[in-house]
């Protein structure tokens, strides 16, 4: 079994996730117009693009436990990201840990089968649920299948105030496929927070300041995988 210490980098995800329709005008009125961001600085628009592919039994065992397992593979990069991450679900997490990283990230070859990591998953999901599941996690494992799709084109912007609160907003043109290559198409707007977990009530303000402008942003579920399954059969 992979050591604690060999889980590879850890992070707590604070963020939230918008449809948007009409991309380039929204991007615009936030971006040129917005009085959120008067008092904050900008980086250079960043473009990248990802290509993002979650893995999951038959019957969804693990999205059910509210955990996802995915690969991200980002053109331009050597590597992809394994990434296993606790979003929600009916087992549920002991919140008052609150020290517990809800997010782990392995680097790995580009073209590697997860299949050789199967090992390092299963650890990492006893990491993300210590008051354990019913079932030997490694058995589970064993029975992952490609389950979703993402390509996305992505233009990303950091936005930093004077008090210490960094943010990513990330306005993603994006493309849902399921095992059936049913597709669709949707662009999102995700706001992260990119600071210490105590400007988490900065972070929420900020993110209340955005909805109330009217920009026409719908709120949406913050996993990927989660919103794939409200538009399409997984």
């Given amino acids: 079994m992979t050591k604690v210490n060999d889980l590879g980098r850890r992070e707590n995800y604070v963020g939230e996730k918008y449809l948007i329709e009409e991309y380039k005008d929204i991007q615009k009125n936030i971006l040129k117009t917005s009085n959120v961001l008067k008092n904050f600085g900008m980086s250079s628009n960043i473009k990248d693009s990802v290509e993002k592919t979650y893995y999951d039994t038959d019957d969804m065992f693990f999205c059910r436990l509210g955990i996802t397992i995915c690969t991200n593979t980002y053109k331009g990069r050597p590597y992809t990201d394994l990434v296993v991450r606790y979003e929600d679900g009916d087992q549920g997490r002991i919140k008052f840990i609150s020290d517990i990283p809800d997010t782990f990230i392995r680097k790995i070859g580009k073209k590697e089968s997860i299949a050789k990591h199967y090992e390092y998953i299963s650890s990492v999901v006893l990491e993300l649920i210590p008051n354990g599941?019913?079932?030997?996690?490694?058995?589970?494992?064993?029975?992952?299948?490609?389950?979703?799709?993402?390509?996305?084109?992505r233009e990303r912007f950091r936005v930093i105030n004077s008090i210490g609160l960094k943010v990513i907003l990330s306005f993603d043109q994006c493309v849902y496929s399921n095992v059936?290559?049913?597709?669709?198409?949707?662009?999102?707007?995700?706001?992260?927070?990119?600071?210490?977990?105590?400007?988490?009530?900065?972070?929420?303000?900020?993110?209340?300041?955005?909805?109330?402008?009217?920009?026409?942003?719908?709120?949406?579920?913050?996993?990927?995988?989660?919103?794939?399954?409200?538009?399409?059969?997984?």
């Avoid at 662009?187 to 920009?215: C, G």
């Fill in 180 to 234: 059936a290559k049913t597709k669709v198409k949707l662009n999102i707007l995700e706001l992260r927070m990119d600071s210490p977990t105590d400007t988490a009530p900065l972070f929420e303000k900020f993110v209340h300041d955005l909805q109330i402008a009217e920009y026409r942003m719908i709120k949406t579920k913050d996993s990927d995988l989660f919103i794939g399954q409200d538009y399409l059969d997984i």
């Fill in 133 to 153: 599941i019913s079932v030997e996690p490694l058995e589970m494992v064993r029975r992952l299948k490609p389950k979703l799709k993402i390509t996305k084109k």
